[in-house]
């Protein structure tokens, strides 16, 4: 068994904003920090505290981002390591507004914004991917999960490893708080319920980072029961933390990165339950490959078979077999000449082609 301590990923993405309140917020030069900062007189109040700047270290900090530039930074890797056989989840939190949902689903009109759950399925591709919605409602007012569940197959000789996994993709709900919302009713009941979750998730959160601690209290909530298996623990887990540039945000932006910072210090372990050496195996196997095709060679030339292939079919070769199973089919030809196990096969495929149309 493979174990690794890992950390969650945080990062931190900005909304694109003419705008942008340049002087309360700050990049650091390696874009892996980002500055607050306060006038004192302006908004110490409200802050509730005399500190007029806060600096956060995070993953990345994204700002004027592609979608693309994005996923490879944020989601690429988990998205691979889920394809063998790890867990990932990625969150998006923040304020209303801020991005969340096309950082996750992205702007549906043009392909090249689509967001992380397309992109997600796309490279999980020739894999047998099955995705499913659970505990949504396409709404800022509730959180939405987008759960892929991935099969993996691996063949050995006659060995074949499967690998079962998952990849949560949430779009949490916005994180703006109830005394600020101004809400009423129905709203003020969502509202509470969702500042409640939110906490319950944070909760969930500070007790993973907490190695003394031996019980997470995912119960509490339907959205970390829904998560158990997917934060902390078995799992690779990223944080995207989206803000917005403009200054009258800027007390939900301090409070969405004060929410990624604790995040950071939350430690998870995947596993990954069934693993050998990749790399040695792939060695070992190109190693027997060459030696059974020299095999092979040395018994052509005792048979007297000259010229003979092993490799892929060419698509030349694919169409001559084709065309030799439709003149079979069709009585011109007596019968196919056997050439080799590549050559059989994709003779069974073009009859198969041939039926499925029938
Ligand atoms: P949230 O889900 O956090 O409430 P949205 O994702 O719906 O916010 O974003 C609000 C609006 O801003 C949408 O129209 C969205 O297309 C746009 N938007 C958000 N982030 C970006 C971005 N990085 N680049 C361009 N447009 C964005
Ligand atoms: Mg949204």
């Known amino acids: 068994m493979y174990l690794v301590r890992k950390r969650v990923h945080a990062f931190v993405r900005v909304k694109p904003t003419a705008d942008f309140a340049q002087d309360m917020i700050k990049f650091g030069p390696d ?29 990345g900090v994204l ?37 969340k949902t096309y950082t996750m689903m992205g702007a ?21 991917v099955i995705a499913e919605h659970a505990l ?17 197959r691996f063949r050995f000789f006659s060995d074949i490893k499967c690998v079962n996994s998952k990849i949560n993709l949430i779009d949490l709900a916005g994180s ?35 190695p003394k601690r031996d019980h997470i209290p995912f119960r509490q909530s339907k959205l970390t029961y829904v998560l158990k298996d997917s934060l902390g623990r ?6 995207v933390a989206n803000v917005c540039g403009e200054a ?57 078979r000259s010229l003979m292939t092993y490799d892929p079919l060419s698509h030349v070769q694919i169409e001559e077999i084709k065309s030799q199973v439709h003149r079979y089919l069709k009585g011109a030809i007596d019968e196919i000449d056997i050439v080799n196990l590549r050559q ?9 082609l041939i039926l499925r149309q029938v």
């Open 176 to 210: 703006e708080r109830q005394s600020k919302s101004g809400s009423e009713g129905q709203l003020l009941k969502e509202a509470t319920y969702i500042n409640k979750s939110l906490s319950f998730l944070e909760q969930v959160i500070t007790a993973l980072a907490d």
């Open 136 to 152: 949504n409602k396409h709404s800022s007012r509730s959180h939405c999960i987008f759960t892929i569940y991935i099969e993996s």
């Open 31 to 59: 874009n892996k920090s980002i500055e607050i900062c306060l006038k004192k007189d302006a908004k110490k109040e409200a802050m509730n505290s005399r500190q007029t700047s806060w600096s956060f270290r995070m993953d």
């Open 248 to 304: 009258a945000h800027v007390e939900h932006t301090l409070s969405s990165l004060r929410f990624a910072n604790r995040m950071k210090w939350v430690t998870t372990e995947p596993v990954l339950n069934e693993t050998y050496d990749q790399e040695g195996t792939v060695k070992a196997l190109e190693k027997e490959i060459a030696f059974l095709k020299q095999e092979l060679a040395v018994h052509d030339s005792l048979a007297n």
């Open 63 to 99: 700002h004027n981002t592609s979608q693309e530039q994005l996923y490879e930074t944020v989601a690429k890797k988990l998205v691979s390591e889920a394809l063998i056989g790890y867990n990932g989840t990625i969150m998006c939190y923040g304020q209303t507004g801020a991005g």
């Open 234 to 239: 078995n799992c690779n887990t990223v944080l």
């Open 108 to 128: 549906t009109a043009d392909y090249k914004h689509r967001g992380i759950i397309p992109r997600a399925i796309q490279q999980g591709e020739n894999k047998r």
């Open 344 to 352: 059989i096969r994709e003779v069974f495929r073009q009859f198969k």
